[in-house]
């Protein structure tokens, strides 16, 4: 049995390794451009009429509209481009030996003084969760209404698919970021807000991705934490300017690091994760295909084993 946060990866591990399982890229440049400028000129418009239409009642206090500018001025953590880092998904952080700058470990699994321990040892911590599935197993998921999640993420059990237009839900993630800073995380890492490209049984579009994604932002930044794009290439440019980085799975496997490139060029990491089938057996060869791979130059490289335990591997 998988653990059911593998889901939030882009994986099918039906169709790892195999080349149909490219995803389409988007072609949508045209609608990406007036998205972006609506988000430039628009912005506080848009939230404040979606905050006024879901009626939500929040439980943490609404953050100032105009934070979304202060991903260039704010004073929250901004990672480089190219800076190392680690991932740890499967179990709370037990193994801190990977002398690295960042870690991006689980919100609700690691307490409070796993992250202290960690600034104490001058690492900035990245703090994961899922903002666009339903995962059954977490503390606050019984939170969640019937009405909020449509159908299960494909191939794993445990998960479905988030309608992240609701207000319900959108106070749950509120929360969560809430407990992020609470915990003195640098910043989040909220995965699967690419519904757009799955078979969710919702609605979900590029668009309402990008408004969940300023929705996000706007919470985290208004609590000086940052916030990066999980996989989702389809947004990179209509998102690039209020996010911080990139966690990207899969992209030379699957052919799609140019994608990213916009986040390299703009300073940002793309932290980039490798999951090749012979890990933790990987051989030279594997590795240097991994590593050379001319469209990933100056991407954070981790090769990892699908479950995110301690093993890692770098360039
Ligand atoms: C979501 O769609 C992407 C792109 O088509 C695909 O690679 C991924 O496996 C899908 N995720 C799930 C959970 O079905
Ligand atoms: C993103 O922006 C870059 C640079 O302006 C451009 O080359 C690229 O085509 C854009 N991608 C999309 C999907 O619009
Ligand atoms: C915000 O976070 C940055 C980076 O950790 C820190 O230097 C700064 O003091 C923080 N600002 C506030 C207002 O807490
Ligand atoms: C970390 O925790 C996992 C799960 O409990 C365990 O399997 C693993 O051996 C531990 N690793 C270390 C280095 O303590
Ligand atoms: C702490 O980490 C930052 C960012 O990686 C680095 O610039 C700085 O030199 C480090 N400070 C110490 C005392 O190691
Ligand atoms: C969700 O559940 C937790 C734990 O049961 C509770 O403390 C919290 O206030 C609830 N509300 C939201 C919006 O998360
Ligand atoms: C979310 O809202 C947008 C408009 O902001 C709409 O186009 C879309 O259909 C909605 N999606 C869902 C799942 O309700
Ligand atoms: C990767 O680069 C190294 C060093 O430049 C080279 O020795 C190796 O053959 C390359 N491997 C692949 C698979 O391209």
Redo the contacts with the bound molecule.
């Keep these: 049995m998988s653990p059911s946060w593998i889901s939030t990866r882009h994986v099918d591990p039906v169709k790892e390794g195999n080349a149909t399982g490219t995803p389409p890229s988007s072609p949508i440049c045209v609608f990406l451009l007036v998205v972006t400028i609506g988000l430039g000129v628009g912005l506080g418009v848009g939230l404040t009429r979606s905050h006024e239409q879901d009626g939500s009642a929040s439980t943490e206090p609404s953050p100032p509209l105009g934070n979304i500018t202060n991903a260039t001025t704010g004073t929250f953590w901004k990672p480089t481009a190219g800076?190392p880092w680690q991932i740890v998904l499967e179990y709370a952080l037990n193994d801190t030996s990977i002398d690295v700058?960042v870690y991006d470990i689980d919100l609700f699994t690691n307490p409070a003084s796993t992250i202290d321990s960690l600034h104490a040892m001058?690492?900035?911590v990245i703090c994961y969760f899922s903002a666009g599935s339903y995962e059954d197993f977490r503390p606050d998921s019984g939170n969640f209404t019937k009405d909020d999640y449509a159908k299960p993420l494909d191939g794993w059990p445990g998960e479905w698919w988030l309608n992240t237009n609701s207000s319900n839900v959108r106070n749950i993630m509120r929360a969560r970021i809430a407990l992020a800073a609470s915990k003195g995380c640098d910043g989040v890492d909220p995965d699967n807000v690419d519904g757009y490209d799955n078979d969710t049984g919702l609605d979900l579009t590029e668009d309402t991705a990008i408004n969940y994604l300023t929705f996000l932002a706007v919470e985290a930044h208004s609590r000086n934490m940052s916030i990066g794009l999980k996989n989702a290439g389809g947004i990179v440019n209509a998102t690039l300017d209020m996010l911080q980085w990139e966690v990207n799975e899969q992209c030379g496997q699957y052919d799609e690091c140019e994608d990213f490139q916009q986040f390299l060029d703009a300073g940002k990491p793309v932290f980039r994760i490798e999951y090749p089938s012979s890990a933790p057996d990987i051989s030279t060869t594997t590795l240097d295909g991994i590593c050379n791979n001319t469209a990933a130059v100056g991407f954070s490289t981790v090769v990892k084993l699908m479950d995110l335990d301690n093993w890692v591997e770098y360039c």
């Design positions: 800076t700058p001058n690492r900035s």
